[in-house]
Structure formats: structure tokens, C-alpha cells
């Protein structure tokens, strides 16, 4: 069982994976200004209870977290700490959160952090060669006891050799293509690069979507936004 929390809406792009952002996109429909950072109506998901008392959130559950900004964001500091005491009290519930600040990963720590949280995954974003040599060595110097890689969306090759070489340091990379209507260019050959270096460090990999724009074999395939993830399933390339 999963849910989506969002304790806090919008966010600031920083890279090049950011360009087309998909909560730009949404808003946009919306005439909504993404840059402008709120609270959301359902920030205390996680320990909100029904009439009868029991959390409403079940145990177990996965929480994708922040989906529709950075749990990182600079301008949800003022909010973060509460985020965190929820997460605390919630230590039966599994969250997980991606992130391209990992560089403000020792600004955002709760108090009594450690080692890290059990209950805590963390999704490190690399889009291309440049912001994975930046973030990765931040990523795998701080403590954090669960970690992924997600290469999505993913603009160039990248060598994650390296990245990968310290046991158990990285539990699974993620790897995808760009979606939306001014999507960039994903090359099959960067996946499986990816995916090689996966299988050499016996880490497990999946490849989560194509792309809108998928080139292969020096062909380019448009794939519509609904067929996607199924034609990644279909490549049958995932370790997992």
C-alpha cells in the first residue's frame, strides 16, 4: 500500500533536469505561479486519525513524499521540522523522498537524525554527468541509511561506475526519459550504460519510462504519455 504527501506545494529550478518540470506543467493549466511555495491542507497526512482514534495512514505504507516540490526547498524550512517530528512519531510508516539539494542535506537534519532514520529512503536526482559528479559524493558522504539513485529525467550518458562501487551504499537506481510535450531527447544506449554498471555492482535497476522522444538504434520513437512505462516494462531490462 501506498499514498502521495504533499506537505508543501511548489518549488524553484536550479538545473537542467528542472526545465520542463511536470509541476510546472500542471499549474500552468491552472495559471498557477510555481515558484510560489505553500502549505498544503493535507501537510499533517501522517498523523491524522479517524473517529475511532487510529491513524488514518495505515501501517506499513509507503509515503511518497513531496512530490510536487523538494522536501530539500529552502523555502519550506519553516516547515520542515514539524514535517520531521511527524515522520518520527510515524516510525511504522516508510517514506521516501527524491531530491536535487542534496547539498542542503546537513541544513534540513532534525536534531537527533544520526546515522538516519530506519523509516527514511532518499532519492538522489542526476540528470547528466555534471550534477552527478556534484551531488553524488555529497549523497553517499551523508548519513542516510536507505538511498537511491534516480537518473530521470535522464538528458546525456552517465557514468555511475564509481557511484556504485561501495557496498550496500546504494539499495537501487531508478532510470527514465523526459515526458510532456517539449520533452528532451532519452537514448536507449544511455539506459542501458546505466543499467551495465547496475548489473556489474549487483545493484538493482529499473527502468521506469521511455520518454516522450526515445531514440534507439539511431531511430527516434515519439511514445504517447500512456504507453510510456509499459514500453520500458517491455524492453525487459530491469535488475530487480
Avoid at 495559471?31 to 501537510?43: C, G, M, N, R, Y
Avoid at 501501517?59 to 520542515?80: H, I, P, Q, Y
Avoid at 556504485?164 to 539506459?191: F, H, M, N, P
Amino acid at each position: 500500500m501506498q499514498v502521495l504527501w504533499n506537505p508543501w506545494h511548489g518549488c524553484d529550478k536550479i538545473s537542467a533536469g528542472c526545465q520542463n518540470c511536470y509541476v510546472y506543467r500542471r499549474d500552468a493549466r491552472y495559471e498557477k505561479d510555481s515558484s510560489i511555495v505553500t502549505k498544503t491542507a493535507s501537510f499533517d497526512l501522517p498523523i491524522k486519525r479517524s473517529r475511532n482514534g487510529d491513524y488514518k495512514v495505515k501501517s506499513g505504507t509507503l509515503v511518497n513524499t513531496c512530490f510536487t516540490s523538494d522536501f530539500l526547498l529552502e523555502k519550506a524550512d519553516v516547515w520542515r521540522e514539524e514535517a520531521w517530528r511527524m515522520i518520527k512519531e510515524r516510525y511504522d510508516l516508510n517514506f521516501f523522498f527524491i531530491t536535487k539539494r542534496i547539498d542542503r542535506f546537513w541544513h534540513t537534519l532534525p536534531n537527533d537524525w544520526g546515522d538516519g532514520y530506519d523509516n527514511v529512503c532518499i532519492g538522489c536526482t542526476v540528470e547528466n554527468t555534471d550534477r552527478a559528479n556534484y551531488r553524488l559524493p555529497i549523497f553517499l558522504a551523508a548519513p542516510i541509511k536507505h538511498r537511491y539513485i534516480i537518473c530521470e529525467p535522464l538528458l546525456s550518458g552517465i557514468d555511475l561506475t564509481e557511484f556504485l562501487c561501495t557496498d550496500g551504499a546504494i539499495q537501487k537506481v531508478i532510470a527514465g526519459g523526459e515526458s510532456g510535450y517539449s520533452a528532451r531527447v532519452c537514448e536507449y544506449e544511455w539506459i542501458l550504460k546505466i543499467r551495465d554498471a547496475c548489473e556489474t555492482a549487483k545493484v538493482p535497476f529499473w527502468f521506469k519510462q521511455t520518454g516522450a522522444n526515445f531514440k534507439k538504434d539511431g531511430k527516434l520513437y515519439p511514445i504517447l504519455r500512456k504507453d510510456q512505462h509499459t514500453q520500458a516494462r517491455k524492453a525487459n531490462i530491469n535488475l530487480l
